[in-house]
């Protein structure tokens, strides 16, 4: 069976330092991993995925993740923190069934 | 293109009441879900359906059904409201293409008093 574990509920950075949201999945088949982000009482948007193919993926607003077999990791990273990026992340992956399973979720904040 | 739409964004609800959320989709997408959204918890499958017709429970089924009215509509129903089913319910979408990506409604918050 699948599972995705965020580690870390808040993280908190300043504006223009790094952002690292980490995320480990267990699944006993290639797995299909999403990340999305929520703003405040709004639904969720796609970050990026990883299918197959480049194990680094690029997504929007300047957020990039990695696919590592070996550590069975996903975790997200943008260079440098914008206030506009304060929101709650979580990470995704894809079930048997199609459905996604979802991660406990991490809260990004960022001050000036 | 509206995308995936949900109706109503808020209800608030007493105890043994009922109600049936809408959810609608415009991209011919093949499969819908619902999810809960709870603090803490991430979101969580209470039921899907991989194509009209059919439907499938999910992690959290107790206490709700679902209808797969036609290939854009799949609702939602409470038939007796429980406090504990006090949350945030999304409603998602997605097509057949390679790209597996689900697409999100705006969310119904569900209170129970």
């Known amino acids: 069976a699948q599972s995705v574990t965020q580690l870390g509920s808040h993280v908190s950075v300043s504006e223009g330092a790094l952002v690292l949201l980490r995320c480990n999945y267990s699944?006993?088949?290639?797995?299909?991993l999403f990340w999305y982000v929520q703003y405040p009482n709004q639904g969720l948007q796609l970050l990026l995925k990883?299918?197959?193919?480049?194990?680094l993926v690029k997504g929007i607003n300047g957020f990039e993740a990695e696919f590592k077999k070996s550590e069975t990791s996903f975790h997200l990273t943008k260079p440098s923190a914008h206030m506009s990026d304060a929101a709650e992340y979580f990470c995704?992956?894809?079930?048997?069934?199609?459905?996604?399973?979802f991660g406990k979720g991490t809260t990004l904040s960022v001050s000036s | 293109n509206a995308g995936v739409t949900q109706t109503p964004k808020f209800q608030v609800l007493k105890t043994g009441q009922s109600m049936t959320l809408q959810c609608a989709q415009d991209?011919?997408?093949?499969?819908m879900y619902w999810y809960r959204q709870d603090p803490g918890m991430g979101l969580r499958l209470i039921y899907y359906?991989?194509?009209?017709?059919?439907?499938d429970k999910g992690e959290v089924p107790n206490g709700y059904n679902v209808s797969r009215l036609n290939k854009r509509e799949f609702s939602l129903r409470l038939e007796s409201a429980a406090p504990s089913q006090t949350s945030v319910y999304f409603c998602?979408?997605?097509?057949?293409?390679?790209?597996?990506?689900?697409?999100f409604g705006p969310g119904t918050r569900l209170t129970v008093t």
């Open positions: 998602a979408s997605r097509g057949l293409i390679v790209s597996y990506e689900q697409y």
């Open positions: 699944s006993s088949v290639p797995p299909y």
């Open positions: 990883y299918t197959t193919g480049a194990t």
């Open positions: 995704a992956v894809m079930s048997a069934g199609t459905a996604l399973i």
């Open positions: 991209m011919n997408h093949n499969s």
């Open positions: 359906s991989a194509s009209e017709g059919t439907t």
